[in-house]
């Protein structure tokens, strides 16, 4: 925003935007398995922890290190187990979070809901579209809670903005434009590797699981996302937070159809996936979205800007920014070529030029996004609510990262059918 515009501050505190709460007893014990405890793992750890009633009581890991840290962070509570399977096994265990890379998910969720489990599993829900529908099969059969973790579309500033929107306040939107942009090593996801990683504290079969077998390598171990043997990059791991906050606030399910095109430039020797990733989605709704991403330089962070008639609302973790359109019909420069008279008829009676109109901007107030999308699945789990972020909001977002991927290696559009919730059989590769 141009710092000549000056803003309007409205604090929008805890009081005036209602925070979920637990309706059911502290008392009602939900107990949790952990399946993976990664770097996410331990973030979401905190916020169960912060859960009333909710405990952690089975944790597993392919890395000992982050076993141990795991255990630790619940003060010696939950009990490291060896396999996943032991957490399904375990009769005693309610719920499973499943935090492990994204080529588990569709594994560990499947059977996690077969073993009688509800289920909190990390974003992208699937490593490949018709994952999503053997997933939405599974929580048919199970009659079990399955929650996505997109934790933005908990958090206070969308679901303002989502309130906002519903209530025409943009006027008809036919626009969004989202953006995930960094410059760092650490933004590009080359992340440090544990001193003690080795064949003796990493157990590298228990993580290629499906993947294809290549010899032991610490570098695809930590750093996972940078593969496609694992991951789907920037589409998978940043568009789909893009796309599940744009469903939720447009109120729609897949595109129509995607095009896109990614290039590595930059960091090429830690990866096959791209850093610098373009894309345009057609909703039959009647609106575009463009999704950019680049990890060689920062500009505009993270964010999104859903463009109306009416106004425009700028989307950040914290912030909205609403700017109202200006109304102006500007001809001048046409009837400059018209007789004088005419013209100075025609501008008296056709020219608009509305007052300059300030953004206003929003700060919101209130818990973090995490702690209130672990807060939601555990009172969907207990007063037997719907989903807050289900499988088919989990498939849908998914399915999107997987059509621009799959646009962008193949250099087609790549369209949806409705009928089937998957891809068209033509584009099924
Ligand atoms: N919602 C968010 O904002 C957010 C942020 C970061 C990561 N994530 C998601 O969380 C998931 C984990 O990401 P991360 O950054 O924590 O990765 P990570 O590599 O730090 O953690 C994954 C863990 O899973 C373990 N693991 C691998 N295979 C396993 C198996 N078969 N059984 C048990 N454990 C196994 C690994 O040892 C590792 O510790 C990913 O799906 C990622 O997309 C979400």
């Known amino acids: 925003m141009p710092s000549d515009i000056s803003r309007r501050?409205?604090?929008?505190?805890?009081?005036?935007?209602?925070?979920?709460?637990?309706?059911?007893?502290?008392?009602?014990?939900t107990t949790v398995g952990m399946i993976g405890v990664g770097a996410r793992a331990h973030q979401v750890m905190e916020s169960i922890k912060k859960a009333p009633g909710a405990e952690i009581v089975s944790v597993c890991d392919a890395y000992t290190g982050r076993i141990t840290r795991a255990v630790a962070r619940t003060d010696g509570r939950a009990k490291a187990v060896a396999n996943y399977t032991d957490i399904l096994g375990d009769p005693s265990i309610d719920t499973v979070f499943v935090m492990s890379p994204d080529h588990w998910h569709a594994r560990h969720v499947i059977e996690s809901?077969?073993?009688?489990?509800?289920?909190?599993?990390?974003?992208?829900?699937?490593?490949?579209?018709?994952?999503?529908?053997a997933i939405a099969r599974a929580v048919g059969r199970s009659g079990k809670l399955l929650q996505v973790g997109s934790q933005g579309i908990s958090s206070p500033a969308e679901k303002m903005a989502e309130k906002m929107i519903q209530e025409g306040r943009l006027g008809r939107i036919t626009m969004v434009r989202a953006n995930y942009n960094r410059n760092s090593a650490s933004g590009a996801w080359i992340y440090p590797i544990p001193p003690d990683a080795s064949p003796d504290t990493v157990d590298w079969k228990k993580f290629l699981g499906a993947a294809p077998k290549r010899p032991f390598d610490l570098a695809r171990f930590f750093r996972?996302?940078?593969?496609?043997?694992?991951?789907?990059?920037?589409?998978?791991?940043?568009?789909?937070?893009?796309?599940?906050?744009?469903?939720?606030?447009?109120?729609?399910?897949?595109?129509?159809?995607?095009?896109?095109?990614?290039?590595l430039y930059r960091w090429g020797d830690s990866r096959d996936v791209?850093?610098?990733?373009?894309?345009?989605?057609?909703?039959?709704?009647?609106?575009?979205?463009?999704?950019?991403?680049?990890?060689?330089?920062?500009?505009?962070?993270?964010?999104?800007?859903?463009?109306?008639?009416?106004?425009?609302?700028?989307?950040?973790?914290?912030?909205?920014?609403f700017?109202?359109?200006?109304?102006?019909?500007?001809?001048?420069?046409?009837?400059?070529?018209?007789?004088d008279e005419l013209q100075q008829a025609y501008e008296s009676a056709n020219a608009v030029r509305s007052p300059r109109i300030e953004p206003e901007e929003t700060k919101l107030r209130g818990g973090d996004a995490t702690d209130l999308h672990v807060e939601n699945f555990f009172t969907a789990v207990r007063d037997g609510t719907p989903s807050v972020?289900?499988?088919?909001?989990?498939?849908?977002?998914?399915?999107?990262?997987?059509?621009v991927n799959l646009s962008a290696t193949s250099g087609r559009r790549i369209a949806w059918d409705f009928k089937a919730h998957r891809l068209m059989k033509t584009q099924r590769s």
Not at 119 to 127: A, D, G, R, S
Not at 323 to 339: L, Q
């Open 9 to 29: 501050i409205f604090l929008a505190g805890a009081g005036t935007l209602a925070l979920p709460a637990f309706a059911a007893p502290p008392s009602a014990r």
């Open 113 to 133: 809901l077969e073993a009688g489990k509800h289920v909190y599993c990390e974003k992208p829900l699937t490593y490949t579209v018709d994952e999503g529908l």
């Open 224 to 263: 996972w996302r940078c593969y496609k043997d694992y991951s789907g990059g920037i589409a998978t791991d940043l568009f789909v937070h893009l796309c599940t906050t744009i469903h939720r606030l447009m109120g729609t399910g897949a595109p129509q159809d995607v095009m896109a095109v990614g290039d």
């Open 274 to 321: 791209p850093d610098t990733l373009n894309a345009i989605l057609r909703y039959r709704e009647g609106f575009t979205v463009t999704l950019s991403s680049t990890f060689n330089n920062g500009s505009g962070g993270t964010g999104f800007e859903f463009l109306g008639t009416e106004g425009s609302l700028a989307v950040g973790a914290r912030t909205l920014v």
């Open 323 to 339: 700017t109202a359109e200006r109304k102006t019909e500007s001809t001048k420069w046409v009837t400059d070529s018209w007789p």
């Open 389 to 403: 972020e289900d499988v088919w909001a989990g498939h849908y977002a998914a399915a999107c990262a997987h059509m």
